[in-house]
């Protein structure tokens, strides 16, 4: 494993779904030479690819349609959490970038006079909620297209970026593992973008993509970056918990109960939820509570309950052929008609709200290191506004690209420390070595998933969280070094799971320790101890770094600028 393959580049984007993408494509536009690396294959990684058909959007159509008020939105939606700057940033841009995608070719849904349709979203205060036809897959397909525009682009797929490397606090590069050949990588690159997406894969029950492990989250906090409100996760309420063949498939509950009339049923088919309930946090915590007290279904959830709509079948069938296509023939293919049967639904992880500390500029602590997308964190606060996922990978994306060619064109490389080159790549080989009492990284893997599913799920309290604590460090003291994987060198994805669980453990700590120190609930962090949102004492950030090998956290209050 002594041989390697090196490749040089002005900048490294690391990620290949929404953000990323458009990182590599404006750092592309400014004339870098840009490795864009992806795990898996652009397209089938990250979280856009599976976004529905809604994107925040300003089209200025009347005064109350401003960025102000679009800003002041997600700060009553964050629980005043949110760093102000980053959602400003996205107040400010959205409507660019949303010019840009139809620029690439992205075509959003019409009303019958030609302007675009803006339906009612939870949350906003102006009907925001525009509707990309194809949704986050288009999306992802004229990404792909534009970037092909750009011979400025190299395209590194199924190569896992293991780690940052990091000279005197600025970016050196990366060391990565080709997948299909089973060859270190080392990139040479002036920048890095992190735009691995979020950690939602950390739990045993989620609706994200498995590949969404937290690594680059774990890889900044390894290079020297901040991370903020690693406490935040959103667990969204509505996800499909049985029949098993479409288990963790998100059912927007915003379109089905507001625009088609469906009914959220307890397991004794009776209403349960408020006439008036104004936010996502608030109807995840109910449903959680009423399967927590015994009135849940057969499996652990609610029932939803389109046949129940008080419009006709025929109109709901036309209205889910509208809205929400790709999803309700999906579910016909396994012949289940949400039209006319129940399906039960509980909440599970839906999406990071915290992550990597970036500026407003998408700088981090490092200098020449930038996150973007659901990587970063804080754009949100305590929870996010229904639609401004995709705006926010657009957004910060290209932020993220403009930012990171500026730096690239005034600076030059950075030399590696070939000592930390050389470990890297032994460990990595020494994963297929044989251990005494050997245990499979899967395992590991899953094993973690339950922790933090039972302990740092949508209720948590002290007991449970010092729980998760005290079994993560036992796993990082005992289990970690017995993990071996067979000694297959092409395709053998027991490799990335071995990669990933190491950070995963790193990224699990942080969450549960983060947990631990907030003192209440907050959005979507629900304390059963501390059942009070507690302005005086906590309107503050929790922040973690390492400093000395070890993991440091405290907290600092939120600046309220406007």
Request: neutral net charge; hydrophobic residues 40%; contains cysteine.
């Amino acid at each position: 494993m002594n041989n390697f393959d090196i490749v040089k580049c002005d900048i490294l984007v690391i990620g290949g779904g929404g953000a990323g993408c458009r990182a590599a494509i404006e750092s592309a536009s400014r004339e870098c030479q840009v490795v864009l690396a992806s795990k898996f294959p652009v397209g089938q990684s990250g979280a856009t690819v599976f976004a529905e058909r809604f994107y925040a959007g300003l089209l200025g159509t009347d005064s109350q349609d401003n960025p102000q008020n679009y800003f002041q939105d997600i700060v009553r939606a964050g629980s005043r959490l949110c760093d102000r700057t980053l959602a400003l940033r996205l107040a400010n841009d959205s409507y660019n970038r949303m010019i840009d995608l139809e620029r690439y070719g992205i075509k959003f849904k019409e009303k019958e006079d030609g302007k675009l349709l803006q339906m009612e979203a939870l949350g906003h205060s102006y009907p925001r909620g525009l509707s990309p036809l194809g949704g986050g897959h288009s999306i992802i397909r004229v990404l792909q297209r534009e970037m092909k525009k750009h011979k400025q682009i190299q395209i590194l797929e199924d190569v896992m970026v293991c780690k940052i490397l990091i000279n005197a606090n600025t970016v050196a590069g990366a060391i990565c593992l080709d997948l299909r050949k089973w060859k270190p990588v080392l990139i040479k690159s002036k920048a890095v973008i992190v735009a691995t997406g979020g950690y939602s894969a950390l739990w045993m029950h989620s609706d994200g993509p498995c590949d969404l492990t937290g690594d680059g989250i774990a890889m900044a906090y390894h290079a020297g970056a901040d991370l903020i409100d690693m406490e935040m996760i959103l667990f969204y309420p509505t996800v499909i918990t049985y029949p098993p063949s479409v288990h963790g498939v998100l059912l927007p509950h915003e379109i089905l109960t507001h625009q088609i009339k469906a009914k959220l049923l307890n397991g004794h088919f009776e209403e349960f939820l408020p006439e008036r309930i104004s936010t996502l946090e608030a109807i995840n915590y109910l449903i959680y509570k009423e399967i927590a007290k015994g009135s849940g279904t057969p499996h652990g959830g609610i029932y939803l309950d389109v046949s129940r709509s008080s419009i006709s079948r025929d109109e709901v069938r036309s209205n889910l052929m509208t809205l929400l296509p790709e999803k309700y023939m999906y579910l016909l293919e396994y012949g289940i008609d949400i039209a006319c049967q129940p399906l039960e639904v509980a909440p599970m992880a839906h999406y990071a709200l915290g992550g990597i500390r970036i500026d407003s500029e998408c700088r981090t602590r490092v200098f020449g290191l930038y996150g973007a997308g659901e990587t970063a964190g804080n754009v949100h606060g305590a929870n996010r506004l229904e639609g401004n996922a995709l705006p926010e990978v657009q957004v910060f994306g290209a932020k993220a690209g403009e930012m990171a060619a500026h730096w690239a064109k005034g600076h030059d490389y950075m030399d590696w420390n070939i000592q930390e080159v050389d470990y890297e790549i032994k460990r990595m080989e020494s994963l297929s070595e044989p251990k005494r009492n050997a245990i499979n990284p899967s395992q590991l893997k899953t094993r973690l998933q339950s922790i933090m599913w039972n302990y740092v799920g949508p209720e948590r309290d002290e007991t449970k969280l010092r729980l998760a604590i005290q079994e993560i460090e036992r796993m990082k003291k005992q289990d970690i070094d017995r993990m071996t994987i067979p000694p297959i060198r092409v395709f053998n994805l027991q490799w990335v799971h071995a990669i990933e669980v190491s950070q995963m453990l790193d990224v699990s700590e942080m969450i549960a320790r983060a947990a631990l120190i907030r003192e209440e609930t907050r959005g979507h962090h629900v304390r059963k101890d501390f059942p009070e949102k507690d302005d005086k004492n906590w309107l503050r950030h929790t922040l973690i770094r390492k400093e000395g090998g070890k993991m440091k956290l405290w907290t600092e209050p939120v600046e309220e600028v406007t």
